[in-house]
């Protein structure tokens, strides 16, 4: 997603854009068995319904929405939601369509709503990966579901359970002394501790941490680790990495080093947090230049060959960190 991009509740008010943007996807046969194309007036209609819809908004200009409708009638299906997530053809590949479906995903959880459930067409592999980035697993495939455009349509079914995806962390407060502690994903290596503070920080539900580097210099990838210097270190509840601007001792940026996490862990007191290497790194150097790290030690963890679940999810964080870096999203 990009820096500065909202998500928020929709309102009646933003009906017409949400039917402008859900009209582009019917009309471009991506995401959808609807053919007809919805009027701001069948919009507004959904509001009378018990279920969010979220936007996500640009520059003032909303670029996505996610919604959620009933799943079945009977009671039994009561805490379930179907989903659908729209995002304008200006902005698709962006990170608005994650933004809008983590800030759905939050509020059918404060809703009270258990689970939210969709069918993708199959060839829809963007749609796809985005679901599974930020926790949908894939059921199983409905062969020839349905017709569009007189072609029978395969769908993908996903679902993600709301209340496992989304616990509450203790709120951390500027100028706050936190432990942070680095573990390794599936590795004996003994946990490294080091002391930080909350620091400001105006980048959407992302947590900065002032560190110092305590050890000795050292150049990694390019990027100099001076004794003394200053690291900020951005991590998200939402995302599965973090960013670490590095500072020398004078204060200069010497780069970006960014790790794939696991989703981070916050100690009930607030007084920890925890962060997951799993294993691939990115960095991002002042000349604009960026590479991956430790490939080759990656390869020979067994995960790519043992958990293809794993893996994928690894892979997804990777993809969406470089993105981040090449849109220039933590440029300073």
Request: net charge negative; aromatic share 8%.
């Amino acid at each position: 997603m990009a820096i500065g991009d909202v998500a928020r509740l929709a309102t009646v008010a933003d009906a017409a854009r949400i039917a402008d943007i859900y009209n582009q996807g019917i009309e471009d046969r991506i995401a959808t068995f609807e053919t007809e194309l919805r009027t701001a007036e069948a919009v507004r209609d959904w509001f009378s319904r018990p279920y969010p819809i979220v936007v996500v908004e640009r520059q003032g200009e909303v670029i996505a929405w996610a919604s959620a409708s009933e799943y079945r009638p009977r009671t039994c299906y009561a805490q379930n939601c179907e989903f659908s997530v729209y995002v304008d053809r200006t902005a698709r590949g962006t990170g608005a369509g994650k933004q809008a479906m983590l800030a759905l995903m939050a509020n059918a959880a404060s809703a009270g709503f258990h689970k939210l459930i969709s069918r993708v067409f199959v060839e829809n592999r963007a749609s796809l990966r985005m679901l599974e980035s930020v926790g949908f697993r894939q059921v199983g495939v409905y062969h020839q579901h349905g017709q569009l455009d007189g072609i029978w349509k395969d769908v993908v079914i996903v679902e993600v359970l709301l209340h496992d995806r989304h616990p509450n962390p203790p709120t951390l407060t500027n100028g706050q002394h936190l432990m942070v502690t680095k573990t390794h994903c599936r590795d004996e290596k003994p946990p490294i501790r080091y002391s930080g503070q909350v620091v400001p920080c105006n980048r959407g539900d992302w947590i900065a941490i002032r560190a110092e580097w305590e050890l000795a210099d050292t150049v990694v990838a390019g990027i100099r680790f001076e004794n003394g210097g200053e690291l900020i270190e951005y991590f998200s509840p939402t995302k599965l990495y973090n960013v670490f601007c590095v500072h020398d001792r004078a204060g200069a940026l010497t780069g970006l080093y960014c790790n794939v996490t696991a989703p981070i862990v916050i100690s009930d007191d607030g007084q920890e947090l925890v962060w997951e290497d799993r294993w691939l790194d990115a960095v991002k150097l002042p000349d604009g230049s960026i590479a991956i790290l430790d490939e080759d030690e990656y390869e020979a963890s067994g995960i790519p060959s043992s958990d293809p679940d794993l893996d994928l999810e690894i892979r997804t964080a990777l993809e969406d960190l470089l993105e981040s870096l090449r849109r220039g999203d933590w440029d300073l």
